[in-house]
T-cell receptor, first 110, second 116 residues
Framework: GEDVEQSLFLSVREGDSSVINCTYT??????LYWYKQEPGAGLQLLTY?????DMKQDQRLTVLLNKKDKHLSLRIADTQTGDSAIYFC??????????FGTGTRLLVSP | NAGVTQTPKFQVLKTGQSMTLQCAQD?????MYWYRQDPGMGLRLIYY???????DKGEVPNGYNVSRLNKREFSLRLESAAPSQTSVYFC???????????????FGPGTRLTVL
């Protein structure tokens, strides 16, 4: 079945790079997404990557996609305390259907 | 534009009580969704509405009903609340005109529901 897995926690120091990893199971996914959830708030779309791309860069964010291994990663350069949040990976398994991972809680310490 | 709005923000119910969670979007999106978020389980789809007048079950529909009142509004009803329905509920919407677009979903701020 469809399953998206993420590690639960990541702790980094301010100024370091953060790498959040995700594995997914549906090889037919068209798009893969990264969402950010701040405390008490809804999910905010950070970025997405189309399945025929290997990499996408957007300011401090770099998304890498390894289709062979069904592995997706989100790298945040120069991580700031404001980046502390829960990050969700999601895959589009069919039109209008997203499957979300369990979320990775990123803690950035000064 | 307010985006996706949800009411109420918080609610406490007793087992067996009923309530309706409201959601509205002002982005003229065709599709709307209801998810629940539980610790360690990510988001799970309860129901969705591909377009005005249609609704379909998601992964965890039992115990819930939905109404797509018009293009803007999509409500979620708990007829007889149970403690297992304690969760944070998110509404989302997407454009969904066709598969050319990413069908990105935009989320509301959530309703935190506790059932005692």
């Amino acid at each position: 079945g469809e399953d998206v897995e993420q590690s639960l926690f990541l702790s980094v120091r301010e100024g370091d790079s953060s790498v959040i990893n995700c594995t997914y199971t549906d090889s037919s996914s068209t798009y893969l997404y990264w969402y950010k959830q701040e405390p008490g708030a809804g999910l905010q779309l950070l970025t997405y990557i189309f399945s025929n791309m290997d990499m996408k860069q957007d300011q401090r964010l770099t998304v890498l996609l390894n289709k062979k291994d069904k592995h997706l990663s989100l790298r945040i350069a120069d991580t700031q305390t404001g980046d502390s949040a829960i990050y969700f990976c999601a895959e589009s398994v069919s039109f209008q259907k997203l499957v979300f991972g369990t979320g990775t809680r990123l803690l950035v310490s000064p | 534009n307010a985006g996706v709005t949800q009411t109420p923000k918080f609610q406490v119910l007793k087992t067996g009580q009923s309530m309706t969670l409201q959601c509205a979007q002002d982005m003229n999106h065709n599709s709307m969704y209801w998810y629940r978020q539980d610790p360690g389980m990510g988001l799970r789809l309860i129901y969705y509405s591909a377009s005005e007048g249609t609704t379909d079950k998601g992964e965890v529909p039992n115990g819930y009903n939905v109404s797509r009142l018009n293009k803007r509004e999509f409500s979620l009803r708990l007829e007889s609340a149970a403690p297992s329905q304690t969760s944070v509920y998110f509404c989302a919407s997407s454009d969904s005109r066709d598969r050319v677009f990413t069908d990105t979903q935009y989320f509301g701020p959530g309703t935190r529901l506790t059932v005692l």
